[in-house]
């Protein structure tokens, strides 16, 4: 039996009614995963299946996304579901690898009083494409505090479309795998999925699609 030893750290789990301020919040957890892209990457594990491929291309989930689609056809905006998909595949990476967390969820993210305090649990951390890290400007982040976030990392179009495109994957595979089993993930998801789909709308109003490496 494995047994590991971690330092306690001081903190809540980042719940909305924890956080004071959800634009401070976003610019102290883009800072921390810019710091972390800086480390150095020599030895990091690739992307492999002990953490579901993140950090790695999003083709390898391409045929559960569409079938995901296909299934929740009548019940989504499918249309729109494959143009967000199509543009995330199109938006190619060419980037050396980095450090990424991989589950940066709200679960994964203490606040002590009120404000962004750490990151924990690194069990889906590797070196590569740090997209799948900005799933958080959709599951947690709204205007102001999505905007603040994403200039903390200065994600470019490419970048940000990725990322589009990791959180429409999970969102799809729950509402798909769950709608008849689990109504309250189920409405969670799809609210996830509506913001990016809203999100690539407004990125496609200003011609932002422009893929750059």
């Known amino acids: 039996m494995a047994l590991s030893v971690y330092r306690w750290i001081e903190g809540e789990t ?95 993210l203490l606040v002590r009083q009120g404000a962004f305090s750490a990151v924990i649990d690194f069990g889906t951390s590797g070196v590569g494409d740090p997209s799948c890290d900005l799933a958080i400007a959709w599951t947690l982040f709204e205007g102001k505090s999505r905007e603040v976030f994403r200039a903390g990392l200065q994600a470019d179009e490419a970048t940000w479309a990725r990322g589009r495109g990791w959180t429409l994957w999970k969102a799809l595979i729950t509402v798909a795998g769950h709608i008849d089993i689990n109504p309250v993930e189920v409405e969670k998801s799809r609210c996830v999925i509506d913001e990016v789909l809203a999100d690539h709308l407004r990125a496609d109003r200003r011609g932002g699609h422009r893929h750059s490496a």
């Open 14 to 108: 980042a719940t909305l009614e924890r956080i004071a301020s959800l634009p401070q919040f976003a610019a102290g957890l883009a800072q921390f995963l810019v710091a972390l892209q800086r480390l150095d990457p020599a030895g990091g594990p690739a992307p492999r299946q002990h953490n579901f491929f993140r950090g790695g291309p999003l083709s390898v989930y391409d045929g559960e996304t569409r079938q995901a689609i296909a299934a929740l056809d009548g019940k989504i905006d499918t249309g729109a579901a494959s143009a967000v998909w199509e543009v995330a595949l199109a938006a190619t990476w060419h980037g050396a690898p980095v450090w990424f967390h991989g589950d940066v969820s709200w679960g994964n």
